[in-house]
């Protein structure tokens, strides 16, 4: 009897629920699918984010076929990006083998800075909008060069948090780019956005499994819900008041981010 539900079925389950999610919302996956496997199926933290680096690059490979085809990727802000990111994943991925990842020092640092990511997501999507607004004017005349170096700069921010946590694209990235550059239109900072977390989820994720952090069937099972769960979220997130649903998420985020941190 304790075994009618296969473990396999429930992942697959999981990633379906996350890839609706992140259908209806565009969140990055990394915000729900590292605790949930946390905290509900008990996976030690640093197999949590290395597996969903893969998890979410395979993801993004799909969203950045559909973006590319609709000419909504921005190749120069990709490199930007990917100028501060790759080298600081690449440094985070040498200073994280130093360490035991299976040991309770680091479990205790990765779950500590998810929680703290999860929190900040979770204002970039209760107050986006208005950071957005507060600070127009005074980025509006920033001139070319400045914001391509803090670009790179969120690049390299991206990179380190992203590596360590899964977490750090998606909401925050976002809007710190529509800062950045006020006359790009949404649609294309946001396909940019995707595209940049390939090759950086892909590196991060290689990483990890170098060190020995990505289990390979819980990440197929959790591709195989996922694909037809985003494509659902997505034909979801026609018909639903994106206010409602990003208020749902940020507080399902802090609620998490709270038990990470207790």
Same mark, same amino acid.
């Given at each position: 009897?304790?075994?009618?539900?296969? &473990?396999?079925?429930?992942?697959?389950?999981?990633?379906?629920?996350?890839?609706?999610?992140?259908?209806?919302?565009?969140?990055?996956?990394?915000?729900?699918? *590292?605790?949930?496997?946390?905290?509900?199926?008990?996976?030690? &933290?640093? *197999?949590?984010?290395?597996?969903?680096?893969?998890?979410?690059?395979?993801?993004?490979?799909?969203?950045?076929?559909?973006?590319?085809?609709?000419?909504?990727?921005?190749?120069?802000?990709?490199?930007?990006?990917?100028?501060?990111?790759? &080298?600081?994943?690449?440094?985070?991925?040498?200073?994280?083998?130093?360490?035991?990842?299976?040991?309770?020092?680091?479990?205790?640092?990765? *779950?500590? *800075?998810?929680?703290?990511?999860?929190?900040?997501?979770?204002?970039?999507?209760?107050?986006?909008?208005?950071?957005?607004?507060?600070?127009?004017?005074?980025?509006?005349?920033?001139?070319?060069?400045?914001?391509?170096?803090?670009?790179?700069?969120?690049?390299?921010?991206?990179?380190?948090?992203?590596?360590?946590?899964?977490?750090?694209?998606?909401?925050?990235?976002?809007?710190?780019?529509?800062?950045?550059?006020?006359?790009?239109?949404?649609?294309?900072?946001?396909?940019?956005?995707?595209?940049?977390?390939?090759?950086?989820?892909?590196?991060?994720?290689?990483?990890?499994?170098?060190?020995?952090?990505?289990?390979?069937?819980?990440?197929?099972?959790?591709?195989?819900?996922?694909? &037809?769960?985003?494509?659902?979220?997505?034909?979801?997130?026609?018909?639903?008041?994106?206010?409602?649903?990003?208020?749902?998420?940020?507080?399902?985020?802090?609620?998490?981010?709270?038990?990470?941190?207790?």
């Amino acid at each position: 009897m304790e075994h009618l539900v296969s &473990p396999d079925l429930v992942y697959a389950i999981s990633g379906f629920c996350v890839g609706l999610l992140v259908g209806m919302t565009g969140v990055g996956g990394g915000s729900l699918m *590292t605790p949930l496997l946390i905290l509900l199926f008990g996976v030690h &933290p640093s *197999t949590a984010v290395g597996t969903d680096l893969l998890f979410a690059a395979s993801t993004k490979a799909t969203g950045t076929i559909v973006h590319a085809a609709a000419r909504t990727v921005d190749w120069m802000l990709v490199r930007l990006l990917a100028i501060g990111s790759m &080298p600081a994943s690449i440094a985070t991925l040498v200073l994280l083998s130093r360490f035991d990842l299976n040991g309770a020092v680091a479990q205790h640092a990765i *779950t500590v *800075t998810l929680g703290s990511v999860l929190f900040l997501t979770a204002l970039f999507l209760i107050a986006g909008k208005s950071i957005r607004i507060r600070y127009a004017d005074r980025l509006r005349n920033l001139d070319a060069r400045t914001a391509r170096l803090l670009t790179i700069a969120l690049g390299l921010t991206m990179g380190v948090l992203v590596t360590i946590t899964s977490v750090g694209a998606g909401a925050i990235g976002v809007t710190v780019l529509l800062l950045l550059h006020p006359k790009m239109a949404a649609g294309r900072i946001v396909g940019s956005d995707i595209a940049h977390g390939v090759p950086l989820t892909v590196l991060a994720g290689a990483g990890h499994w170098y060190l020995g952090s990505v289990d390979w069937t819980l990440l197929g099972n959790l591709l195989i819900g996922s694909l &037809p769960g985003i494509v659902f979220g997505s034909y979801l997130a026609t018909r639903a008041r994106d206010a409602f649903v990003r208020m749902t998420l940020a507080g399902i985020l802090v609620i998490v981010g709270v038990r990470l941190l207790a």
